[in-house]
């Protein structure tokens, strides 16, 4: 983890940048497509947002027990859905780049034009976004 400083334009530029942006989420989708097979599972995809607890942190859903694992269960087959577009039961990657670029804009937009500092993981996203900006401005 680092300490950074960004906005929404580090975000947006680095979305805008079409090769860099899917490399990176090229990377991510690999690295989680455990069997090989080019396509994303429930299982897959979970697993990993299940370790980083991102509803319970991020919506206060673990504060006193405010949802019990099987309405956490649903939450999070319904993030899944928002990948899977067609329904199909699998991600793909073009839905993973479709729903990861929303999901990158809204950051963007949320951040806005003012300057931010926050800690970002190594390899993350947004830390990709931040070293693509400072080796541009070097």
Known sequence: MSVEI???STVQSFVEDEGAFNA????????????????????EMAGELMSLRVLEKHF????AGAVGPDELAVL????????DRDGDGA???????????????AVA????FLPVQMVV??????????????????
């Open 91 to 105: 991600v793909d990657r073009e839905e993973f780049r479709a729903e990861m670029k929303e999901v990158m804009l």
């Open 76 to 83: 999070y087959h319904g993030l899944f859905a928002r990948f």
């Open 109 to 112: 937009s949320g951040l806005g």
């Open 24 to 43: 990176s989420l090229d990377g991510r989708f690999a690295a989680l497509d455990a069997n090989h097979d080019g396509l994303l599972s429930y299982a």
């Open 6 to 8: 960004l906005d929404g």
């Open 121 to 138: 993981e190594e390899g993350s996203f947004l830390k990709v976004a931040v070293d693509r900006e400072l080796a541009r401005a070097a």
């Open 60 to 63: 206060g859903i673990d504060e």
